[in-house]
């Protein structure tokens, strides 16, 4: 379906060359019971296997970052016998009510629990204590806890090559960026983007705009703010948008696609290949891929193969971790600007182009 395909042939094989997640500690589930919270979605399976799921703002249905996260997990049932237990964030919730989604989940005997985004890294910091037999893993962030695996990503290696799409596409050499909230792991997107756009076109200019300050989260989960944003971006000349803003980017693509000649940027999912944005999807020029599937389905195989490694994973461009799309067809057969990212892909692979992490001011 997309360049994932290949990759997650591979993890299926169990080789993903960025790591096997090698043995680390006991895998046994804390054989507690607690109530379960609200329930999104819930799958029988053989062989014991149960994985909980806390998805961040948006959750599965989001067209990004959640469903990403969603289709590894739902492989691990089809391919591993999983049962599981998906239950969801809210917009502006507290920490409390994070901390209980987690202990819902391991206090009903979930083991794994797989925690989906950065706002969950104090709620899981305390639940990982109160569980110490049940395995944990969040995404986007780092806790450090024997029973925790981080699962973190190179955003800013994928948003480099797609700002060098942006950069070789735009007319206008104006192209902006809309983040959902400006905190450090969007920061990155941004980074990562303007520098590709840069280093392409040292001429254009990159106008960000962020749809809410932290701990405001709405910005994640907002498609009327990103639309208003995208359409105060088209107003003003800018003929290419990339937005990290969760399903409020969906707002920002429907925004681009009442404008001729302008082109839109997905993030995390290949949004081209989303049911819920096909009327827009020729617009959708390439998608910076976050492959969070990959990640949690590798996880799962390695919790269950006993080949667990605690700590920091890191998904990164050299192993597949991130990447771009290619699924719009006018984009895969613009040979010139493929050959131009993949160069600059090349050069990252090999070290050669490191590319930023944070935003200069």
Request: charged letters at 20%; one cysteine or more.
């Amino acid at each position: 379906m997309r360049r994932v395909t290949q990759l997650a042939a591979v993890v299926l094989s169990g080789s993903l060359g960025m790591a096997s997640l090698a043995a680390c500690g006991s895998t046994s589930d804390s054989g507690s019971t607690a109530g379960s919270g609200s329930t999104a979605s819930a799958g029988a399976g053989g062989g014991g296997l149960k994985v909980g799921m806390a998805y961040d703002i948006g959750g599965r249905g989001d067209q990004s970052f959640n469903d990403s996260a969603a289709r590894g997990l739902d492989q691990a049932k089809s391919t591993l016998g999983a049962s599981v237990k998906e239950l969801s964030a809210g917009a502006n919730e507290t920490d409390a009510d994070k901390t209980q989604r987690l202990k819902d989940l391991a206090g009903a005997g979930y083991n794994p629990v797989i925690a989906i985004g950065y706002s969950y890294a104090g709620s899981l910091a305390t639940v990982a204590k109160e569980f110490p037999n049940t395995k944990f893993a969040i995404v986007d962030s780092t806790v450090d806890a024997p029973n925790v695996t981080n699962l973190v990503f190179t955003e800013e290696q994928s948003s480099y090559l797609v700002g060098v799409a942006a950069a070789l596409k735009s007319k206008s050499h104006k192209i902006g960026f809309i983040g959902g909230v400006n905190v450090p792991l969007i920061n990155k997107f941004e980074a990562g983007f303007t520098a590709g756009v840069k280093a392409t076109d040292p001429s254009a200019t990159v106008t960000p705009q962020y749809l809410s300050q932290p701990p405001d989260t709405k910005g994640f989960s907002s498609p009327d703010l990103g639309k208003a944003a995208a359409q105060g971006m088209l107003d003003k000349g800018i003929d290419v948008v990339y937005a990290a803003a969760g399903s409020s980017g969906n707002g920002a693509i429907e925004a681009v696609a009442g404008k001729s000649g302008a082109w839109a940027i997905g993030v995390d999912s290949d949004q081209y290949n989303q049911d819920a944005l096909a009327k827009n999807k020729a617009v959708i020029l390439t998608s910076a891929l976050k492959n969070v599937d990959v990640a949690v389905l590798d996880y799962i195989k390695s919790f269950k193969d006993n080949s667990l490694k605690t700590g920091t994973v890191t998904f990164d461009l050299k192993s597949g971790g991130v990447g771009y799309s290619k699924s719009n067809p006018a984009f895969a057969s613009d040979s010139a600007t493929i050959a131009k990212i993949e160069t600059a892909k090349q050069a990252i692979v090999d070290g050669k182009v490191t590319p930023p992490t944070t935003v200069k001011k």
